[in-house]
């Protein structure tokens, strides 16, 4: 049989070192399906519940790899399904090539079925490169730039293929006129700024009295450069989410996340430091930042575009962050800065007996902050962790204590609900041999992780460690938004919007083959985590929690504290529970040590 144009496409992307591709099958990508069936030894195809997850699973394979990772849809439909999760993998700087089929090239703009302007729908998620085949000779370079461009740029790219010319003969181009050439392959350096810039960068860290560290995902590959630097300069590290596992929690000077979701620790480091090194990260919200007039600041990202974003810094270094971090640390002063680093690790030892304090609190009838506490205890070696939007991330934030060689992420940018199980899913593929842990807010199950156990339940005896865990906060309601109503907007709940059905999530995991238990009992969360984590199959876990126990942030403005108060004062149903809850909360923070 000819190589077809399809044929040609797979063969090509496993030169580029394509193993896997997430899709979900249609009659729009009918040639490119049955070449993958003809080379099924060599790229394996995972059949995903619906295309979004097709796009959630390669954002998260590429989290736990970082690699370029492929996913694919069908024309119409099938394609505008993947965008979400393409935008979650934009948003978080993550690379991932989407293929995407399209009607025969005749019925373009024929107003024919589930004919698309593709080039336009997906012109601002693929902005990096998006381009339609039209020929076979053109084939080739369309998938090497796609490729290229989302490796080096860590962007979204996307292909569109017409269904009719997946099935044409596959022609190389000719040496004439109008016809272009490309090849597999790159070679990259880590960028390095000139002596010059890092000699001022070191100039203002080492004019520093108070120097405060935050890193975020850029710096998942530079832990001991990071820690090499934070001794030099005497500094504290807080973590943006992206960056939980870029340094261990079991670092006495390193103050855990930072922002909403953070700790004191992070707060106060921020709030009285005198020189910011930003590593690797986007972080956001420039209010848990120091004040412009504070700090000097020096950032380092390999990418311009996140330079002096988020603070006025002083000086922007374009470069690798482990590979710049090393060429700095020789023009860096060793501080002396005892008592600011005495403070800080004071501060971080506070934070982790407060989050354990906090666990203990109770509530009706758990506490959701115990479930992650217990987990926490009980993280296994060289585990992935995956968190869903909402409550769960707090949780995640807070109580995990991450260890070397564990990993984690969530959604970070985009928000997306429904992201941990298609993260974790993704993440047993790309590591089959390491256990994997996904926490999940009842919405979020309601709203794919229920069909997602199917996937689950259809490859987990592929793994060579079939342990994956479901943990499911099941409070019955939209509790995160239902806070930030309360807190932002000074609006009470409104159960018809925020209210969730009760389901049995462990009994409809022993359907599908699965393990499964729901807990309502505190006193057996850990008990219910030591069985998850020694089954011998994919295990989901039901946790009754109280949905008003509040995720209150590390600094509570007088406008926060207005707004809860509006929303109690305005007839909020969950009154009673939320300033009972709310209350302890407070207490326990306000006085260490305290025990209800």
Known sequence: MAQTVSDFIWSRLHEWGVRRVYGYPGDGIGGLMAALHRREDTIEFVQVRHEEMAGLMASGETRFTGKVSVCIATSGPGAVHLLNGLYDARLDHRPVVALVGQQARSAMGSHYQQDLDLQSLFKDVAGAYVET???????????????????????????????????????????????????????????????????????VLNAGEKVAILVGAGALGATDAVLATAERLKAGIAKALLGKAAVPDDVSFCTGSIGLLGTRASWEMMQHCDTLLMIGSGFPYSEFLPKAEQARGVQIDIDAGMLGLRYPMEVNLIGDAAATLEALLP??????????????????????????????????????????????????????????????????????????????????????????????????????????????????????????????????????????????????????????????????????????????????????????????????????????????????????????????????????????????????????????????AMLNSLIPGRKE
């Open 133 to 203: 085949a039209s020929v076979p000779a053109q084939v080739p370079h369309l998938i090497d730039r796609a490729f290229r461009i989302a490796e080096a740029e860590r962007r979204v790219t996307c292909v569109i293929l017409p269904n009719d010319l997946q099935l044409l003969a596959m022609e190389e181009p000719g040496r004439e006129h109008g016809m272009t050439h490309s090849g597999v392959g790159t070679e990259y350096s880590p960028v390095v700024p000139a002596h010059a810039a890092l000699q001022r960068a070191a100039n």
């Open 331 to 584: 023009l860096l002063k060793p501080k002396r800065a005892e008592d600011w680093r005495a403070t800080i690790e004071a501060n971080v030892s506070e934070d982790w007996q407060e989050a354990r304090e906090s666990a203990l609190v109770e509530a009706t009838p758990i506490n959701p902050q115990r479930v992650a506490s217990e987990l926490s205890e009980r993280l296994p070696e060289r585990c992935i962790v995956t968190a869903d939007s909402g409550t769960t991330t707090v949780w995640y934030a807070r109580q995990l204590r991450f260890r070397r060689g564990m990993m984690g992420s969530v959604s970070g940018t985009l928000a997306t609900m429904g992201c941990a199980i298609p993260y974790s899913i993704a993440a047993k593929f790309a590591h089959p041999d390491r256990p994997a842990i996904a926490l999940v807010g009842d919405g979020a199950m309601q709203m794919n992780g229920i069909t997602e156990l199917i996937t689950i339940a259809k490859y987990w005896k592929r793994w060579a460690d079939p342990r994956l865990v479901i943990m499911v906060l099941n409070n019955r309601e939209l509790a995160f938004v239902t806070w930030e109503e309360r807190l932002q907007a000074g609006d009470p709940k409104w159960p018809a919007s925020q209210d969730l059905p009760d389901l049995p999530y462990a009994e409809i995991a022993a359907l599908m083959g699965l393990g499964g238990r729901r807990v309502s009992d505190p006193e057996q969360v850990g008990p219910a985590w030591d069985e998850a984590l020694a089954a011998d199959r994919p295990f989901v876990l039901d946790m009754v929690t109280d949905p008003n126990v509040p995720p209150l942030p590390p600094h509570i403005t007088f406008a926060q504290a207005r707004g809860l108060a509006g929303a109690l004062a305005s007839g909020d149903p969950e009154t009673g529970n939320v300033v009972t809850n709310t209350a302890k």
